[in-house]
């Protein structure tokens, strides 16, 4: 049996047997019903000799009991046990009845937590906005949130939500010179510095100034970069940029997949052509007679191409593929 903790006016019901026969427990007086229960390593509780309802649905009262139906439900008995019975801070609760003429009977309760009431903190009411606590400045004691009670690295980009502070944000003139450390400035320098590097000049602006400065010969529109040509060569085709289209156009052909060779490449077939030979050479099935050696397809049957073969004991010939 499972009963919350802290329950009240808990009832529950016995079946008593008989000790010398073991039949159902009829008629008992109520008055020779001894109570008493025993909690999760606490002392037992003093045995307390049950009183008798008036009715079998009269109100509960403590250490009362009553017999339901003896025709019906024999040996059935009501009984209502105390609230200190199931209050909290126990895990279970052990009711025994015991009658001198009838069987000892235990019932094993066992005691489930009381769910925490998370609205309210040391007795207060808690305000909350859509089921989460809301937490305000006054709540918070002074100094209680410094640098040294933040973990190191405890706010990193990955705890905060992406979009969770934008310009919508921040109240307006929220962050001014007034709102920022005296030293504030000094810190930012000294970050950006950390980041970037320091100058190779008097300053970040007079580096840039000086790149500037070199870029500018390069002219409007890339006219300083026409002696380029005198050191590449004159394109080709109409540009450069024409040359190196056509490589890649001639290039593309080696990423593409290529078709199964039928037949042996001529001699001066095209490189792709002698590669794919070479590759169905290298992995296809082969068949070898004694005057022929035949390259098949894929499939396994389909000849390719065949050469003839001898061995007169002394060389061993194959002939050219055809």
Known sequence: ?????????????FHLRLAASGLDA??????NIDLTYVR???????????????????????NFAIEIDATNMPGVYRVDWPDAAFAANAREVILTVKVATAFTESLRVELTPVAADLTLVAGTAVTAAAGIPEVKVASIAN?????????????????????????????????????????AS????????????????????????????????IGAAGAGLTAITGVLGSPAGASLAADIA?????????????????AVPAANATPLAKIAFLAALARNRIEQTATTNTLMADDGVTPIAAAAVSDDGVTAVRGEFA
Request: glycine fraction near 6%; charge should be negative; aromatic fraction near 2%.
């Open 1 to 13: 049996m499972i009963v919350k903790a802290g329950s009240t006016d808990v009832t529950t019901y």
């Open 26 to 31: 009829t008629g008992l007086t109520i008055a």
């Open 40 to 62: 999760t390593l606490e002392e037992p509780a003093a045995k307390v000799d049950a009183q008798a309802l008036a009715d079998q649905d009269t109100a509960h009262t403590d």
């Open 143 to 183: 100094d209680a949130i410094t640098a040294s009670a933040i973990a190191a690295n405890a706010i990193g980009a990955s705890e905060i939500a992406n979009g969770a502070i934008d310009a919508a944000t921040f109240a307006a003139g929220a962050i001014d010179a007034a709102a920022l450390a005296a030293d």
């Open 186 to 217: 000094t810190e930012i320098n000294a970050a950006v510095l950390a980041i970037l590097g320091t100058p190779a000049g008097a300053s970040m602006s007079a580096d840039i100034a000086a790149i500037e400065a070199q870029t500018d010969d």
């Open 246 to 262: 056509a490589i890649e156009a001639q290039t593309d052909d080696f990423t593409a997949a290529q078709a199964e060779p039928t």
